[in-house]
């Protein structure tokens, strides 16, 4: 079965740094593209992050552009996001997505933006 297993949450000072790590096991067949989204309290659900298998592309949501990067270690089985210049408005639960014969979340973890 497949599972994907985020870890690194934490609270972090504005302008501090964080990285989030999704580890991906039990796909039949490999993931396509692979995705962060978050959501905050009392808003709808955002896509921050997007890399695809085959061509390592990247897209990042307007919000994230020049803090985040979004990134993989294929021999560890791990999909990365570091957040760096961490602004309050950043606090949210972050979920891992894959795309392989379904599209598949993760259980999310929490990330705090605060002084």
């Known amino acids: 079965q497949a599972q994907l297993v985020e870890s690194g949450r934490g609270l972090v000072q504005p302008g501090g740094s964080l990285r989030l790590s999704c580890v991906v096991s039990?796909?039949?067949?490999?993931?396509?593209?692979m995705s962060w989204y978050r959501q905050a309290p009392g808003k709808q659900r955002e896509l921050v992050a997007t890399?695809?298998?085959?061509?390592?592309?990247?897209n990042y949501a307007d919000s994230v552009k020049g803090r985040f990067t979004i990134s993989r270690d294929n021999a560890k089985n791990t999909m990365y996001l570091q957040m760096n210049s961490l602004k309050p408005e950043d606090t949210a639960i972050y979920y891992c997505?894959?795309?392989?014969?379904?599209?598949?979340w993760g259980q999310g973890t929490q990330v705090t933006v605060s002084s």
């Open positions: 997505t894959a795309w392989s014969d379904s599209y598949y």
């Open positions: 039990g796909f039949t067949f490999s993931p396509y593209a």
């Open positions: 890399i695809t298998s085959a061509a390592g592309l990247t």
